[in-house]
């Protein structure tokens, strides 16, 4: 009865149920999907404030397939300013880390195998009742558990969302898939702003993941053309910086939105990770914010005495030690997609111009980075 039981073991998840038991709090985690599900195709670039949480849970070592990002290009198309940041001239061994969601999850399923922790798979939770002195969850299976503590990380997908506090719908999409290019990568990153959205380059193994944002009806588009094509419009809409662009995988696509759901959903029930904040992925923060939610928890867990565990106070302390680095999050990538997503010449000039000054001011460019490698406290 004194485990905590997590909801979805997607990585926040389970970065939620291992970091908890590193710090001496039992969990339990239910997850929808059936233990051998195959992942979607989504590909992630981890700060390194999220490489050291990694590290400190042990999960890092086992990550294999990983490709760091030493330096990111910063350029908008058709217009002035380019701002460049290097990992050297900031001190660390990479600004962030490349990797498959499905590598990841897997990695993190086997590291709850070995913990051990218990993970029952294929159990979809379809009613969460928060109460006095335990939360009880129930399964669409008809069974039952009561917790001190319920942390929902089911990416807001769980049939309980509430209705978000603040929601924006981008209307845009992002068209996914990896991309090989005549020069290799060197570790660099590129990031381009363009009227119809952000795209951008990670470089993954010996090629790049592409994330290309557009209008969602161009998304589509777009997602649909065949090879040849494809890699053409690529060419056009990213220059050649790169040389050609010789071969892209099968394109995948996802619905971009902003979604603010908070943390409180009631007595002794948290919301962590997606559940509670979705961002776009232009400034690749969202697993990194969710990450520091699982962390931050389990942190507070930690320190409050087993009596007082998921009470009333240790959930308001939650929320406002989170409050800060989260609207901070949500509000940074907002203002990237919003200001650079137009064609309106004045704010096309803003823009080069403030590249021109990150590019031209170490120190405000030494504090972006911090902020996009550590969170708005780092
Ligand atoms: C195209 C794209 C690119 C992205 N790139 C980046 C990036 O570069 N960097 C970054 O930091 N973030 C990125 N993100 C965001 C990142 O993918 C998410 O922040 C991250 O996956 C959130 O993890 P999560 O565990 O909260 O939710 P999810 O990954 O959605 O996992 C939720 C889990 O809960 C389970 N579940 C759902 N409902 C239930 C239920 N009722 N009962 C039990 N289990 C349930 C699901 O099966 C799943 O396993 C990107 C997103 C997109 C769409």
Not at 108 to 130: C, F, T
Not at 191 to 205: M, N, S, V
Not at 246 to 260: D, G, I, N, S
Request: net charge positive; proline share 5%.
């Amino acid at each position: 009865m004194n485990e905590v039981i997590v909801v979805g073991a997607g990585p926040v998840g389970a970065v939620s149920a291992l970091a908890l038991q590193q710090h001496g709090v039992a969990a339990r985690v239910l997850e929808a999907r059936a233990e051998d599900a195959r992942a979607d195709t989504r590909t992630l670039a981890l700060a390194h404030g999220a490489r050291l949480i990694l590290e400190r849970l042990g999960v890092w070592a086992r990550v294999q397939d990983v490709t760091p990002i030493t330096r990111i290009h910063i350029s908008q198309r058709g217009a002035l300013g380019v701002t460049r940041l290097s990992a050297e001239a900031l001190g660390v061994p990479a600004l962030g880390y490349v990797l498959s969601y499905a590598h990841l999850t897997e990695v993190l399923k086997q590291a709850l195998a070995e913990a051990p922790i218990a993970v029952e798979y294929g159990v979809p939770v379809e009613r969460i009742e928060p109460g006095i002195e335990a939360a009880c969850v129930q399964a669409a299976d008809g069974r039952t558990w009561s917790a001190p503590l319920v942390a929902v990380a089911d990416g807001g997908r769980g049939t309980q969302t509430p209705a978000p506090r603040f929601a924006h719908d981008y209307a845009q999409t992002a068209v996914v898939c990896e991309v090989r290019t005549e020069l290799a990568h060197g570790g660099q990153a590129f990031e381009r702003f363009t009227p119809e959205g952000p795209a951008a380059l990670l470089p993954k193994r010996d090629g790049y993941a592409l994330v290309w944002t557009a209008a969602s009806a161009e998304a589509m588009r777009i997602a649909a053309l065949s090879d040849a094509e494809f890699l053409a419009a690529l060419q056009r809409h990213f220059g050649g910086r790169q040389g050609l662009f010789l071969a892209a995988t099968p394109r995948k696509t996802f619905p971009l939105h902003c979604v603010y759901a908070g943390r409180e959903v009631g007595a002794r029930v948290v919301r962590i990770g997606n559940a509670a904040q979705t961002l776009h992925p232009v400034a690749g923060q969202g697993f990194n914010i969710g990450l520091r939610d699982a962390w931050e928890l389990a942190r507070l867990c930690a320190d409050t005495p087993a009596t007082a565990l998921g009470g009333e106070a240790m959930l308001h302390a939650y929320a406002r030690g989170r409050r800060f680095d989260v609207v901070a999050g949500l509000g940074f990538t907002d203002f990237l997609v919003r200001m650079f997503s137009n064609d309106v010449a004045v704010l096309r000039h803003a823009r080069g111009l403030g590249l021109l000054a990150l590019e031209a001011l170490p120190p405000l460019k030494a504090f972006v980075a911090r902020r996009m490698m550590f969170g708005a406290r780092g």
